[in-house]
């Protein structure tokens, strides 16, 4: 199925590939690359002769149903490994003890260090655990590996790829023997992690962030989740100021409607003096005309 797949992708979209020479022939290797897309786990093993395991969450492989076991599949075609993730520190020891398993058997371990997807395109600061505890448990060299334009094609959120050539570059391996027995320093852990990550910053061409990718999505939601709350609060006040200013309006018509029918009744009344005025003339020129008479 591994074939089938990586056919089909090398087929539709035709990567673009450097340093696949960096690649052993045979041996263990780990091979650290940048995370831009969900399918930079298919790509990488698809230019690849050989098999390339990576980590997945072990959904993948226990969703029930006939859509679930398609999944299970798909996944284990393309080299997926299945670790529970319902504890954080259970889910990073299973993750490493994982990656050692697999380099023992002499096989390609695939490994992200930013340990999520980027979620804007930059490089974000490696995590030290699973990445420098299995190469200095192993004595695997690890291969820096950087996917290209993975994002355009299927980014965060996007169930449909677009078709377009993706890139990946892979560097020459990097050996930590000088650190060996040394995998619970956790100063050791970071110098080997930031040395990985310098590496594939090369080979990318990425802008380097220096928190975790994790702590930026985090960033991103909170300032997203703010915007909206300010949007809310926006409508909120002008809502407010044009049901005043309706009421204004509202108020200020009354208040016209007000003084027109006052201005009516004071019209009214000047008309009815006039005529009773008008009345009082004509009597009492009446009066005068028949006193001359008699």
Do not use: C
């Amino acid at each position: 199925m591994k074939f089938s797949i990586g056919g089909s992708l090398k087929l539709a979209f035709r990567p673009w590939v450097e340093g696949l020479e960096n690649i052993p022939a045979e041996g263990a290797a780990i091979l650290a690359s940048n995370h831009l897309s969900f399918s930079d786990s298919f790509f990488l093993p698809a230019i690849l002769d050989r098999k390339v395991t990576f980590i997945a969450k072990a959904e993948y492989f226990t969703t029930p149903g006939l859509k679930g076991r398609m999944t299970a599949a798909f996944f284990k075609g393309v080299g997926q490994l299945p670790v529970d993730r319902s504890g954080a520190r259970g889910a990073g020891e299973a993750a490493i003890k994982s990656g050692i398993d697999v380099i023992e058997r002499g096989e390609l371990f695939g490994i992200y260090p930013e340990g999520t997807r980027s979620p804007d395109g930059r490089l974000y600061r490696g995590k030290p655990g699973g990445l420098a505890r299995v190469a200095l448990a192993t004595g695997a060299p690890v291969i820096p590996v950087a996917m290209i334009d993975t994002e355009k094609i299927q980014p965060p959120g996007k169930v449909m790829p677009k078709l377009m050539r993706p890139g990946i570059r892979i560097g020459k391996p990097l050996d930590f023997s000088r650190y060996s027995g040394m995998e619970h320093d956790r100063f050791v852990l970071r110098a080997v992690t930031d040395e990985v990550m310098y590496e594939i910053m090369k080979l990318s061409g990425q802008e380097y962030v220096d928190i975790y990718a994790t702590a930026a999505k985090r960033q991103i939601a909170d300032a997203a989740k703010a915007e909206k709350e300010e949007e809310k609060a926006e409508k909120a006040a002008l809502a407010q100021a044009e049901k005043q200013a309706a009421a204004e309006a509202a108020e200020q018509r009354a208040a016209e409607q007000r003084r027109a029918e006052l201005t009516v009744v004071e019209d009214e009344g000047t008309d009815a003096k006039d005529s009773s005025d008008g009345a009082d003339g004509a009597s009492g020129a009446a009066k005068d005309t028949g006193q001359k008479g008699v």
